[in-house]
Every structure is written in structure tokens, then in C-alpha cells.
């Protein structure tokens, strides 16, 4: 499973040891072995920490997307550009982009 995967490369890549991240979640290390080796179901507040601890998305942990924060969610103002860029033709979109990249050249 992802999810087991996830959370070894997590710890892994942060630098911690299987005795810290168990301390951190309140289970005994030898808990959080078994976690990582897929070898028992982890409770979904202990998935919620870790996503807290890693600064990650759950969607991440559970192996769903491979952003690490999950969707990005646009502003009101975003939404309202998106949805007048789309009613655009295809050419008055590609004229909409290269202003763009003029607009943010020239800062």
C-alpha cells in the first residue's frame, strides 16, 4: 500500500527515527514498525498527526496525489478569471497569455 510507503519515505526525508515519530504520535515504537511495514491498520487520528507533523496533505499520505499539499484552491477573483478566460476564443486565449507574459517580464 502507498500509504505504508509514504510514511517511511516522509520519515525518511525529514530526518527522523522510527522512536521519534512514535514518541511524537504517543504509541511505543515497536507500534510504529509495524505501521510502516504495513503489518497493522493505523487509526485515522494518527494519520491526521502525521499529516500535521509532516506539514503534508492526507490525500498525500494515503498515496491519492503526489502534491504534497494538496489542491490548490482558488480565490473568488481566481474563479471569476477562469471562467472569463474560458467563454474566450481559443486565439483571443493565446493573445490573453502572451499579455500576460509581457505584464510579468517587465516587473
Do not use: W
Not at 516522509?10 to 515504537?29: C, H, I, M
Amino acid at each position: 500500500m502507498a500509504f505504508y510507503r509514504r510514511i517511511r519515505e516522509l520519515r525518511e526525508d525529514n530526518d527522523k527515527t522510527q522512536k521519534e515519530v512514535a514518541e511524537y504520535l504517543g504509541t511505543p515504537y515497536q507500534y510504529y514498525a509495524v505501521y510502516e511495514k504495513g503489518g497493522s491498520e493505523i487509526s485515522f487520528e494518527r494519520a491526521i498527526m502525521l499529516a500535521k507533523y509532516y506539514n503534508v496533505s492526507l490525500d498525500y499520505i494515503a498515496g491519492l496525489t503526489n502534491e504534497k499539499h494538496g489542491a490548490v484552491v482558488a480565490t473568488e477573483l481566481e474563479e471569476k478569471i477562469i471562467c472569463a478566460v474560458s467563454e474566450l476564443s481559443p486565439r483571443a486565449q493565446r493573445s490573453l497569455l502572451d499579455f500576460i507574459n509581457e505584464l510579468t517580464e517587465r516587473k
